[in-house]
């Protein structure tokens, strides 16, 4: 299985001010996916992270508030831009290999505007 | 559309006694993958066991084994001798091709 790392594990931010979180994977994966999960909640996808492509947004998710980039197999950011106290909430990369695989996550990241 | 229904909110459980948590979906296809994840207080996603929709035989994994109905459309995590440890989130999940849903979670309580 895939090992991620994300970072940072949580950060306290200003309103107006934009964060940038990182995910790598140990290993060449074919899908990276970001999440946002208020605690005790379930997961609401944000978008596909594409490969040396535009990232795939959900209804709800605009690319303006939440830049993804994604340039190689194993690494991918996301961007919180313009923070919000709205925006306080758990952030989740997920990354699978093709077919039959699952998704494997990493330790998310806590983030609070104040 | 693919949904993933958890009708149990919250479930308790004695230590060392035996829980089943609950899963149905709604799909149209044939071929697809069930998941079931623990996510415990420190926040990161387990993966504790999985079943191909084409394969009739139960998925087992130590004290975790699921009971998949193909015709219910149902896929319910049985947990056997529960531990304190077993205390989490528990989430089911729907794969097919590139889509993936999640259910809405199910807060396990291991008691003492």
């Known amino acids: 299985s895939a090992v991620i790392s994300q970072k940072p594990s949580r950060d306290i931010c200003q309103r107006g001010t934009s964060l940038t979180i990182q995910c790598q994977v140990d290993?060449?994966?074919?899908?990276m996916f970001w999440y946002r999960q208020q605690p005790g909640q379930s997961l609401t996808l944000i978008a596909t992270a594409n490969q040396g492509s535009e990232a795939t947004y959900e209804s709800g998710f605009v690319i303006d508030k939440f830049p993804i980039s994604r340039p190689n197999l194993t690494f991918s950011t996301l961007t919180v831009s313009n923070m919000s106290p709205e925006d306080s909430s758990i952030y989740l990369c997920s990354a699978t290999r093709g077919g039959r695989q699952p998704q494997h996550f990493g330790d998310g990241t806590r983030l609070s505007i104040l | 559309a693919q949904t993933v229904t958890q009708s149990q909110p919250e479930m308790s459980v004695q230590e060392a006694e035996t829980v089943t948590l609950s899963c149905t979906y709604d799909?149209?296809?044939?071929?697809?993958?069930l998941f079931w994840y623990k996510q415990p207080p420190s926040r990161q996603m387990i993966l504790v066991i999985r079943?191909?929709?084409?394969?009739?035989q139960n998925a087992t994994e130590n004290r975790f084994s699921v009971n998949f109905q193909k015709a219910a459309k149902s896929f319910s995590l049985k947990i056997s001798d529960s531990q304190l440890g077993d205390a989490a989130m528990y989430f089911c999940a729907y794969r097919r091709g590139n889509q993936f849903y999640f259910g809405t979670g199910t807060s396990l309580t291991v008691i003492p």
């Open positions: 799909t149209s296809e044939s071929d697809y993958y």
């Open positions: 290993s060449q994966v074919t899908m």
């Open positions: 079943q191909e929709a084409y394969k009739q």
